[in-house]
């Protein structure tokens, strides 16, 4: 899943992470969707769901924390780069407010990092509830 966002326009942004969240959002429908009740089991692969299910997990978190830690360098070079105009003219009010915002946006980012961690942990927690029994995650063999 491309999701295409720019580090500079922070409210783009998070909604790009929005979008990338959906799968992580979607887990327990999806959980619920894709795999049999009793009556059905034979009718569904529920180890290849559960599989494919992880693997794009997997690849959704993996996308969003760099696309997370890249928009932090990148606020990171800035901030650096306002500081040293900054210095070089402390009475400029428009170098000022942008030093500022860059800063709130870099501490929203790195909060960002947090928001991952609880997501992650979330959908990992409901996928090991109901694929534990076809598909062990970690060293990809089943039960």
């Known amino acids: 899943m491309a999701?295409?966002?720019?580090?500079s326009d922070f409210l783009g942004f998070q909604e790009a992470l929005k979008k990338m969240r959906d799968i992580d959002d979607k887990i327990i429908y999806t959980l619920n969707t894709s795999l049999p009740t009793e009556s059905f089991k034979g009718q569904v692969n529920s180890e290849q769901t559960c599989r494919d299910l992880y693997d794009k997990m997997?690849?959704?978190h993996?996308?969003?924390e760099e696309a997370i830690r890249g928009c932090i360098m990148v606020s990171t070079d800035t901030l650096k780069t306002?500081?040293?105009q900054r210095q070089a003219n402390p009475d400029d009010v428009d170098v000022n407010r942008?030093?500022?915002s860059e800063q709130r946006k870099l501490r929203v980012l790195q909060s960002e990092l947090n928001v991952e961690d609880i997501v992650k942990d979330r959908s990992y927690k409901?996928?090991?509830e109901r694929c534990r029994?076809?598909?062990r995650a970690g060293d990809e063999s089943t039960l």
């Open 3 to 7: 999701t295409s966002y720019s580090c």
């Open 133 to 135: 029994v076809f598909f």
């Open 126 to 128: 409901a996928f090991n």
């Open 82 to 84: 306002l500081m040293e």
């Open 62 to 64: 993996k996308q969003r």
């Open 98 to 100: 942008k030093f500022k």
């Open 58 to 60: 997997k690849v959704g």
